[in-house]
């Protein structure tokens, strides 16, 4: 297993458009995670799933974003109408069970709304 | 929510010296987790050393050493013999470990440390 995967790398969009990112997890790992992370800050939790389950989402994420993880494996993040504040890396992270012993984490995809 | 502080927005540590970054959280609860996790530029963040709240013990991983300071809500991350390839950003980050809330982490804004060859 090479760790947590997240594609593409790099995404560069217009305003207004859509744009959806992809998480491939470590394969044992039930819990899966994505974060996003502005310039200057640490990463803020956006929502996690356990197996397939949606479990909890923050308020960062408004009704403009969507994540899903059909069958527990991967999962993908859609932003819809994309604004300039969406601007923004966009990381993913697995664990097993709780997490208490920390995420994985993937290299994120780095997203800028021109 | 849990508030994580981070006060040194960089720092810069001489090769083979030893650095200290400094870390306060807010909390009202007793259990939780405290990490330290390193992100290299343009590369995956990686988890550095971590650290239960109930044990009194400070956390060692090699070179990497943590001062947990419960009373004092402080997690500060000593590096001793600093390399080269400890420059990266460090996050210092707080996890509750009750159930229904400790299903995320909250994240310092980061200390970016520079090592001087």
């Known amino acids: 297993d090479t760790g947590v995967s997240q594609n593409p790398r790099h995404k560069i969009t217009k305003r207004g458009q859509n744009v959806t990112f992809r998480c491939d997890p470590i394969?044992?790992?039930?819990?899966l995670y994505w974060y996003r992370q502005t310039l200057g800050q640490g990463p803020e939790f956006l929502t996690y799933?356990?197996?397939?389950?949606?479990?909890?989402k923050s308020r960062l994420l408004s009704d403009r974003f969507s994540a899903e993880r059909p069958k527990g494996s991967f999962s993908t993040l859609e932003i819809q109408r994309t604004e300039q504040g969406d601007s923004a890396m966009y990381l993913c992270?697995?664990?097993?069970?709780?997490?208490?012993?920390?995420?994985?984490f993937g290299s994120g995809t780095r997203l800028t709304v021109v | 929510a849990q508030t994580v502080t981070q006060s040194q927005p960089e720092m810069s540590v001489q090769e083979a010296e030893t650095v200290t970054l400094s870390c306060t959280y807010d909390?009202?609860?007793?259990?939780?987790?405290l990490f330290w996790y390193k992100q290299p530029p343009s590369r995956q963040m990686i988890l550095v050393i971590r650290?239960?709240?109930?044990?009194?013990q400070n956390a060692t991983e090699n070179r990497f050493s943590v001062n947990f300071q419960k009373a004092a809500k402080s997690f500060s991350l000593k590096i001793s013999d600093s390399q080269l390839g400890d420059a990266a950003m460090y996050f210092c980050?707080?996890?509750?470990?009750?159930?229904?809330?400790?299903?995320?982490?909250?994240f310092g804004t980061g200390t970016s440390l520079t090592v001087i060859p």
């Open positions: 394969s044992e790992h039930n819990r």
């Open positions: 799933f356990q197996n397939e389950a949606q479990l909890e």
């Open positions: 650290q239960e709240a109930y044990k009194q």
């Open positions: 909390t009202s609860e007793s259990d939780y987790y």
């Open positions: 980050a707080y996890r509750s470990a009750a159930l229904d809330t400790g299903n995320q982490f909250y």
């Open positions: 992270a697995s664990s097993l069970n709780t997490g208490i012993y920390g995420y994985t």
